[in-house]
């Protein structure tokens, strides 16, 4: 299965239609509180990081990101 993560994720239009597409969305980075509440309650299998300039390759692999087959 292919893996993506999803950066400036907003309320997670773009992860909506990757998973829609069989691509498993296993983090986002979104700054917005209230946007991060809203991914919250409907990726609750994704991974939630605060800030893009922060998160580490490391932290997304561990969150399930493998990029030999992502996105």
Known sequence: MQTAVSLFAGVGGF???????????????????KAQEVLKKHFPNSQIFNDVT??????LINAGFDPA???
């Open 54 to 59: 922060e998160v580490t390759g490391e932290q």
């Open 15 to 33: 992860d909506l239609a990757l998973e829609r597409n069989g691509v498993k969305v296993v983090a986002s980075v979104e700054i917005d509180k």
């Open 69 to 71: 087959n992502g996105i």
